[in-house]
């Protein structure tokens, strides 16, 4: 079943009551409902908001991934339940004993999906992907030769006609865009996980200290082309795509109900990402030896 997107933007008040999430307008008064269990995502984005603590236990008892906003509109926190999978501690364990030349094959696994997936959209705008494509035929064990990072160099001179355009956290647009939509994706990402019954923070490759989602930083790399891929579309629908309003969010956030290509089916991304990182426990486990990730 699809889970709700669910995007406040206004001043609510949200409680809980049989089953259902009320939510309450501080502006009219009015009420709306909806069931708890349909919901999959929040994203709360003004700072008048008010909730009650049996509501954020009711969403994470559901595996409701939370979304915080900041004073700027950016995603700043996210908020999970810990307690998702019957055979976590098992999982964990798994997980935690990995040994290195699984990490390092796995994340060589990560980085050609996510190249393979910049060339196909390079190829889909109608550039030259070639480049790309023979980075991601040279990427060996661990990546120890960076082809990520030359593949990128390469990526971002070329999705976007912008002369100088610099992928940047603070950069100029569509910087702000596309840090957006990765938000949600790593909330996204981190909820799949969770759900799967892994630790986000113990990550394959990443590994900063001050990082609580290194494994969510992992798996979501092959998924950052769809993010890019989406506003691609919405630069050029919007002249004014410069200027971050409620229209790009909503978009942005509807990537999470797009749907993508796995070899043998179609699903919604938020499904993927449940397929990707069900995936990752099985490699884990010693039952499988390939992540599995949709391609553009």
Known sequence: MLKRILYFSNP??????????????????????????DLGFLVLDNQQITFTQSVMQA????????????KKHHPSSMLFHLDTNSVQTEIFTEQINAKEPLKKNLWKQIVEAKIKNQAALIKKIGK??????????QVNSGDTTNREAQASR???QNIFNIKNFKRERFGMPPN??????YSILRAAVARALTGSGLLPTLGIHHHNKYNAYCLADDIMEPYRPFVDECVLEI????????????????????????????????????????????????CFSGEAKKIIYPKI
């Open 128 to 137: 030259n992907e070639k480049p790309v494509l023979f980075m991601a035929s």
């Open 59 to 70: 969403l994470a008892e559901n595996n409701t991934a939370v979304v915080l906003c900041d």
């Open 235 to 282: 630069m050029s629908e919007n002249p004014d795509y410069h200027i971050m309003d409620k229209n790009q969010k909503a978009k942005l956030l509807n990537i999470l109900n797009m749907d993508v290509e796995f070899e043998k089916f179609t699903r919604p991304l938020m499904v993927g990402l449940s397929i990707t990182t069900a995936s990752l426990v099985r």
């Open 12 to 37: 609510y008040h949200l409680s809980f009551k049989n089953n259902q999430l009320i939510i309450s307008s501080k502006d009219t008064g009015e009420t709306k409902k909806a069931a708890i269990e």
């Open 154 to 156: 390469y990526y971002w």
């Open 176 to 181: 702000p865009s596309l840090n957006y939509g």
